[in-house]
């Protein structure tokens, strides 16, 4: 157990629509990041927050966005939904000391029919 | 910028032979590197990682990796395949700085063990 929590598990949704991810970080954890793994890109790195702030942006759509409450834990909202969208979402947290490793959560599977 | 190339996107080995799962980076300046593995419908597990000091770096569940700068590479290797090793390996380098830091990963190894 990582210790990273998200949910839900697994949505099913439908073109058009907006979502919302959720994420817990490892207790003590300022970092949070979100990726996207999809069979054709792989895993892309989509948004990091430290304590709050967003840090560094990577290959995130204008239609998804992110933040980090004062609680640290963290949504993804995906709006404006298309196919192309449904793959695995995951959060994942470090802390702020050194270069920590990355701890995952399981994930959230969103599929768009 | 830095990234990584892991060759073979699948790799199949007999239960009791040598893993070897390749990494290549390139990196402007020295690296932190990662090895991480997905089991199916799981997330990613740390296994090992180099930041600085000893470049055979050991981790968990018998594997190690080499940091060879000459060679720009990070290779995984285990002695002896268990069947619980099937999984999907992710070689992974560090970017950024200070608090703004992420991992960029590779296009993931597939390893099969045979029986």
């Known amino acids: 157990d990582s210790g990273v929590t998200q949910t839900p598990k697994h949505l099913i949704t439908a073109t058009g629509q907006r979502v919302t991810l959720r994420c817990s970080p490892r207790?003590?954890?300022?970092?949070v990041y979100w990726y996207q793994q999809s069979l054709d890109q792989g895993l892309q790195f989509l948004i990091q927050y430290y304590n709050g702030e967003e840090r560094a942006k990577g290959n995130i759509l204008e239609r998804f966005s992110a933040q980090q409450f004062p609680d640290l834990h963290s949504e993804l909202n995906l709006s404006s939904l298309e196919l192309g969208d449904s793959a695995l979402y995951f959060c994942a947290s470090s802390s702020r000391i050194g270069v920590s490793p990355l701890h995952f959560g399981n994930g959230t599977r969103l599929t768009v029919t | 910028a830095q990234s990584v190339t892991q060759l073979g996107s699948h790799v199949s080995v007999s239960e009791g032979a040598l893993v070897l799962l390749r990494c290549n980076y390139s990196?402007?300046?020295?690296?932190?590197l990662f090895w991480y593995v997905q089991y199916p419908n799981q997330g990613l597990q740390l296994l090992l990682k180099y930041t600085t000091g000893a470049t055979l770096v050991k981790g968990i569940n018998g594997f190690e990796a080499e940091f060879k700068k000459s060679e720009t590479s990070f290779h995984l290797t285990k002695p002896s395949a268990h069947m619980s090793d099937a999984a999907e390996y992710f070689c992974a380098v560090s970017k950024g700085s200070g608090s703004a830091r992420q991992l960029t990963f590779g296009s993931g190894t597939q390893l099969t063990v045979l029986p």
């Open positions: 207790s003590g954890d300022l970092s």
């Open positions: 990196s402007s300046v020295p690296p932190y």
